[in-house]
């Protein structure tokens, strides 16, 4: 069975303080991993799709990589506004990890 | 990117009642909807996934007399939540998928149900 874990499950950063977020996920085949952004009482909102091994997607001061076990969330000179629930899903019915909440604090 | 939108944004019913939760998708043809619920400071849980013009598959566990999902056609599906009690009240969220691309899901931003 598909499974996807993510970690840490809270992360505190002070503005300019980068960080990684971590989704390590166990499947038969991987077809694409996702990310997205979740802010309270809101759907997720897509950030980057990676389909395979040593790819890397950047936007703004989000950078996503992707091995062959796990996929990282590099979020260089946080700012407040990047606080969010980070949450990564993997294969066609996007099922979801627990997610990481990030609080920047200015 | 495409647009999803979900009505009500909030409804609130007494126990017993049943409530109907739409889910739209505005600017393509959504094949493929799914269904799920987010408890506070959860992660989303998937309910069901709708093919349309077919039954809803139903994750293990959620009942699919309680949760009736319709998805008559390929912008439209509705999520109705029958003889509704305390223990339902959640945030429930909708996403869709277009025919040609597989990896492009497109969220709703969310239903909250609360029941007295």
């Known amino acids: 069975e598909d499974q996807v874990t993510q970690s840490p499950e809270a992360l505190r950063l002070q503005e300019g303080e980068s960080s990684s977020l971590n989704c390590s996920y166990t499947?038969?085949?991987?077809?694409?991993l996702f990310w997205y952004r979740q802010d309270p009482g809101k759907g997720p909102e897509f950030l980057f799709t990676l389909y395979s091994a040593g790819e890397e997607k950047e936007k703004e001061r989000l950078k996503a990589t992707l091995t062959k076990k796990e996929s990282f969330l590099h979020i260089t000179a946080p700012k407040p506004e990047d606080s969010a629930t980070y949450l990564c899903?993997?294969?066609?019915?996007?099922?979801f990890g627990a997610g990481t909440r990030l609080t920047v604090k200015p | 990117g495409a647009v999803v939108s979900q009505h009500p944004s909030r409804v609130i019913c007494k126990s017993g009642t049943s409530v109907k939760i739409e889910c739209r998708s505005l600017d393509f043809q959504a094949t493929t909807m799914f269904w799920y619920r987010q408890f506070p400071k959860k992660s989303l849980m998937l309910m069901a996934t709708s093919n349309e013009g077919s039954k809803a598959t139903y994750e293990q566990g959620v009942e699919k007399d309680k949760f009736l999902i319709n998805h008559a056609s390929l912008t439209l599906s509705t999520l109705t939540v029958t003889s509704a009690h305390p223990e339902d009240s959640s945030f429930y969220i909708c996403?869709?998928?277009?025919?040609?691309?597989?990896?492009?899901?497109?969220f709703g931003p969310g239903t909250r149900l609360t029941v007295l």
């Open positions: 499947v038969s085949g991987l077809r694409g």
């Open positions: 899903a993997v294969q066609y019915d996007m099922r």
């Open positions: 996403s869709a998928r277009g025919k040609d691309r597989w990896d492009e899901q497109f």
